[in-house]
């Protein structure tokens, strides 16, 4: 009995020892685990070194800005279409008309104005023919015409368009103006279809600034024999 608490004891003291020896081993044992610290920080990577010629950012390349500055140039009114000034208000008006250089001369009186749009790049023109009973039940209504005048600076030439109620198409012409800067002469390639004879008729026109008051539009065609002669004068006289 002595011999068995003897070893019971011996054994629970080396149980004990093992133990207080496994703690104080994993107290030194080193943390598998590294110990958590902020990364480094990077060193701030250098913008690179700008070079000769180089353009700040957003600004136009020399092409780009020779490009715009071409576009301004050709959108930009300038003296030539100054020179359309005097046209600008209302008027009234005197037309004569013939068909033939042997036929007389037939007259209707109205009434026209002559207003700038986008910025006094393209003048506009409205004409409205006195009422005449007996020549607008014919036509199916009073005369009524639409217009419009600019000049290109890219072309460098006036140009014009033209559509009334007496058809359905648009004439367009294009043309100069004289060294005095009072005589616009206007020719038409594409011209238009006369409906009576199905002929092609490519005019020339004439407006002339006359005064400050006055103005005078011709048209010219061609006759039978292939001369040319006038057939329209419309005489403006400005609205007082």
């Given at each position: ?55 700040p950012t957003g600004q136009p ?78 036509m199916g209504g009073p005369f ?17 368009t033209w559509a009334d109620n ?75």
């Open positions: 009995m002595r011999a068995r608490n003897l070893l019971f004891a011996f054994s629970f003291l080396a149980a004990t020892a093992l133990t207080a020896y496994a703690q104080a081993k994993d107290e030194k044992k080193p943390s598998d685990k590294p110990s958590a610290q902020p990364p480094a920080a990077k060193p701030a990577e250098k913008a690179p070194a700008a070079k000769a010629g180089d353009k390349s020399a092409d780009e800005a020779k490009m715009m500055e071409a576009m301004k140039k050709a959108a930009t009114p300038g003296e030539y279409h100054a020179k359309l000034n005097p046209l600008v208000g209302k008027w009234t008006f005197v037309t004569k008309f013939r068909m033939a250089p042997d036929q007389p001369w037939e007259e209707s009186p109205g009434k026209a104005e002559y207003k700038w749009t986008l910025g006094k790049r393209i003048l506009v023109q409205e004409v409205k023919a006195n009422p005449n009973p007996e020549k607008d039940a014919m009524e015409g639409f217009g419009m005048t600019g000049y290109d600076n890219t072309t460098q030439k006036y140009w014009n007496m058809g359905t198409g648009i004439m367009t012409s294009t043309g100069t103006v004289d060294a005095s800067g009072k005589t616009f002469t206007y020719a038409s390639e594409e011209g238009y279809i006369c409906p009576m004879t199905g002929e092609k008729k490519t005019p020339k026109s004439v407006l002339k600034i006359v005064g400050d008051d006055k103005v005078v539009f011709e048209m010219y065609d061609k006759g039978p024999d292939g001369k040319e002669f006038m057939g329209l004068e419309v005489t403006y006289t400005r609205q007082k």
